[in-house]
């Protein structure tokens, strides 16, 4: 059997998207779940955040709200950080990425790999560091002649990278037979345009939101998180007309948990948002109401790579430091002999 001709992208920003769906047999210890993942991190940025980050400068060259003399200012715990960076040197426009201390030193060194500038905040307004890298893009916007803030919380072209690319690919590919979708969210643009798509499509599927304990999305209370991209310390705008089904709450534990069982079973490296939604998955479905995803096909948007975690979800010294969980225990978790808890579920009302 010979191999289909590959094809070939005019420039960078033409491979984004059509990312791989992979069925994960080992994960749940069970085979009554179908189990498929959108693996994200085969965006060439390496992430989800690929689509949106180029479909925001996209449509701002398209509308004229920018020139190629403009410089781009963003607030990013790292992936779209990532995103905006490749897509502003392909254009050849100056980006400059407001970070706070939680960012990955990876995600910061691959900005600046790829030519865009840093900006540190480094303490929080009302213990909320997005508050103060919002500030700061304010005031650099103020400063700056000639700048332009594509504000991924309140830009309806990000959910629209996911309502024609991200959701529009797992439908086309499964041919609309799933029952239940699982997103991170965090500026909810993902969630937002897979659900706006499977409404108009007259779809079936339930979606369920998997948000950090100590995010305020979805009526949540605010508190300390230590995993980046999961979560948000006040509600973004996208997220005031976002509807779901469900929510699903994980605390950062789950979300390391998470990994490393896909690291161990299935041989993936995924990042800390897409661990929490794996652990999602599999806590509901064992915990008591649990036979709903019994002879189901679920499908999980896994975000990004555990490669920019090697240093915190990954390391086991962080985990104790900051979770404080031992390896021991952890050991047990990942294997699935120790209980965590089941994940929170709550009813949110359209």
């Not at 400059?96 to 060194?109: F, K, L």
């Not at 690919?169 to 499977?198: M, P, R």
């Not at 652990?279 to 896994?302: D, M, Q, S, T």
Request: hydrophobic content about 35%; glycine content about 10%.
């Amino acid at each position: 059997m010979f191999a289909t001709q590959p094809m070939i992208h005019n420039g960078v920003l033409d491979a984004i998207g059509h990312t791989p769906l992979i069925r994960l047999r080992r994960y749940l210890d069970r085979n009554d779940i179908d189990l498929i993942v959108k693996f994200e991190a085969a965006n060439p940025g390496g992430s989800a955040k690929d689509r949106p980050a180029k479909n925001m400068i996209d449509v701002a060259l398209a509308r004229r709200q920018i020139t190629h003399q403009s410089t781009i200012i963003e607030s990013s715990s790292g992936n779209m950080g990532i995103g905006l960076a490749q897509a502003c040197r392909y254009h050849g426009l100056p980006f400059i990425c407001v970070v706070d201390p939680r960012a990955q030193q990876q995600n910061i060194r691959m900005i600046e790999a790829l030519g865009g500038t840093i900006e540190y905040v480094h303490t929080p307004i009302e213990g909320d560091f997005l508050k103060a890298r919002l500030a700061r893009v304010c005031q650099l916007l103020e400063r700056i002649p000639n700048s332009y803030w594509p504000n991924q919380y309140a830009n309806v072209a990000n959910p629209e990278a996911h309502f024609h690319g991200t959701i529009a690919e797992i439908d086309q590919a499964l041919g609309g037979q799933f029952d239940a979708l699982f997103v991170a969210t965090s500026s909810t643009g993902t969630i937002q345009g897979c659900q706006e798509y499977l409404r108009m499509r007259g779809r079936d599927a339930k979606v369920y939101a998997v948000d950090a304990e100590g995010s305020v999305l979805f009526g949540g209370s605010h508190g300390p998180r230590q995993i980046p991209g999961l979560g948000a310390g006040r509600v973004p705008p996208l997220a005031k007309s976002t509807c779901v089904d469900r929510v699903l709450r994980v605390d950062d534990l789950q979300c390391v948990v998470g990994c490393r069982r896909a690291a161990e079973r299935e041989a993936m490296l995924v990042g800390g948002s897409a661990g929490g939604v794996l652990e999602a998955i599999r806590e509901l479905g064992n915990g008591p109401r649990g036979n709903g995803l019994r002879g189901k096909r679920c499908v999980a948007v896994l975000h990004d790579s555990g490669c920019r975690y090697l240093d915190t979800v990954f390391n086991d010294r962080w985990v104790e430091t900051n979770l404080h969980c031992s390896p021991e225990r952890l050991r047990s978790l990942i294997q699935g002999t120790q209980t965590n808890r089941v994940a929170q579920l709550e009813e949110v009302v359209s």
